[in-house]
């Protein structure tokens, strides 16, 4: 029998250790992490769910309005959310929490279900059954995107991911040294160069100034910042979240307008490859590749997973899963 309790704040440390062994849980998973919103309220609605008294899976979720209809949202303040599950559990036990999920719903007069899984690359150990099941189900596939991983692991001199004409750049950009990268706390100057690289589409950072400190004081390991200096001037920026013990994302890179063609961007990566693959992570994700500015924002921006592939990226689905439960 499968019980679901809501959460609350005083289950934060056992939320948050729950995500820490999971099979596919990440810090985007943890409680202490959505927290971190500083301009935008959300109605936590997060689930705990039980088997007799044991801890199998967590659900990262707000509750919204809709056409005055309540609904159970993975939580908007992360890259991903979804059903979070302990290591070891059965294709059987994912389809009673289902089960449990959708009834507990009807029962709080919940009218539709929103979740976007945890993309395979973020697990310990494969295993699709949670994405077979919910079609099983006759959840709707509502948006679909498309991020690009590179395996770390399965190779061990890095510039062998890289195509010839990258390669070439690289060694010409490293015998040049015009740029020097290195590990910062300098929030406040990488982010006026973030906020002018996103002007360009006439969009704004995922996150503030503020919150991007915050996460970081959060989380010192897990945010890392590398800035990209020349005459000692902030030329470029990264910032990478570990995470999880496997996987990496980079979750901006950004350039100065000038240095565009100078294949700084490539560097940047690079030195983030090295680094990720130095630190034992398995995988580095690079994020989606969309383009904002298009009137369908799921169009892909064909130019930026061509230069994620050249440097030996393959694609890897986010999908948002929904399901009216009136139905």
């Not at 996103?198 to 959060?218: A, G, M, N």
């Not at 995988?283 to 298009?294: C, I, M, N, Q």
Request: aromatic share 12%; hydrophobic share 40%.
């Amino acid at each position: 029998m499968i019980s679901i309790k809501k959460y609350n704040h005083k289950m934060r440390n056992i939320w948050d250790e729950f995500v820490s062994i999971s099979n596919n849980g990440t810090i985007f998973h943890k409680q202490s992490f959505l927290a971190y919103h500083i301009e935008r309220k959300f109605t936590n609605h997060s689930l705990l769910f039980y088997n007799v008294n044991k801890l199998i899976c967590v659900f990262p979720a707000i509750e919204s309005m809709l056409c005055k209809e309540k609904i159970l949202h993975s939580h908007p303040g992360a890259s991903f959310g979804g059903l979070v599950v302990r290591d070891g559990v059965t294709f059987s036990m994912c389809n009673r929490i289902l089960d449990a999920l959708e009834s507990y719903c009807k029962k709080q007069k919940i009218k539709s279900i929103i979740m976007i899984n945890t993309p395979l690359i973020y697990y310990k150990k494969r295993d699709e059954s949670l994405n077979y099941l919910l079609s099983w189900k006759n959840y709707d596939i509502e948006e679909r995107y498309i991020s690009h991983y590179v395996s770390l692991s399965s190779i061990k001199n890095l510039k062998q991911l890289l195509n010839k004409r990258k390669q070439r750049y690289l060694k010409d950009i490293l015998i040049k040294k015009e740029f020097n990268i290195v590990p910062s706390n300098n929030f406040n100057a990488f982010y006026d160069l973030l906020v002018s690289a996103k002007k360009e589409f006439k969009i704004k950072p995922t996150h503030s100034l503020d919150e991007l400190k915050k996460l970081q004081q959060l989380f010192p390991g897990s945010i890392k910042l590398l800035v990209s200096k020349k005459n000692n001037i902030v030329a470029g920026g990264v910032v990478l979240f570990v995470a999880n013990k496997k996987t990496c994302l980079v979750f901006y890179n950004v350039v100065k307008q000038q240095y565009k063609k100078s294949n700084l961007a490539l560097l940047q990566l690079y030195n983030i490859m090295t680094i990720a693959k130095q630190q034992k992570y398995q995988t580095l994700d690079f994020g989606v590749s969309h383009s904002p500015s298009s009137s369908n924002p799921y169009n892909p921006k064909f130019s930026l997973i061509n230069f994620k592939e050249q440097l030996g990226a393959r694609g890897v689905m986010r999908i948002v899963y929904k399901k009216n439960l009136n139905e």
